[in-house]
């Protein structure tokens, strides 16, 4: 149970993207692993949130680029560039050339979310 992996979210708190409404750096000392991945986050307190409702904070998509997922591709998210919809993290692509929160602001939310929905579901199922 001691293994040593790479946190999840770069080691940001999932917790702080719905209490502070941004990302914040957590602490390895406050760190749970559900799901075979490990979490950190800011003091015990949020993690004893996150331990009683995981499911509530963790990414859409398994933190894959939520833009990427509604045009059937795969990328790496930044845990910067996020959005919270319905109540759910999804987090974004950003790069020196594209910014995916940013053309997702661009589209019909609904839309995209009905297409990363039926791709992430058509992924997951494979």
Not at 39 to 56: A, I, L, S, T
Request: some cysteine; glycine content about 6%.
């Amino acid at each position: 149970m001691n293994e040593q992996h790479t946190p999840e979210l770069n080691g940001f708190c999932p917790v702080a993207y719905f209490a502070v409404g941004e990302p914040m750096q957590g602490h390895s000392e406050y760190s749970s692993t559900y799901n075979g991945k490990l979490y950190h986050f800011v003091n015990e307190e949020v993690k004893q949130e996150f331990d009683r409702d995981p499911e509530r904070y963790l990414p859409a998509y398994d933190g894959m680029c939520a833009f990427g997922m509604s045009i059937e591709k795969e990328f790496e998210a930044d845990p910067t560039n996020f959005k919270i919809i319905d109540g759910k993290l999804h987090l974004f692509l950003k790069s020196e050339d594209t910014n995916a929160l940013e053309l997702w602001n661009k589209e019909d939310e609904s839309k995209c979310l009905a297409n990363a929905d039926r791709y992430w579901n058509k992924r997951v199922m494979a």
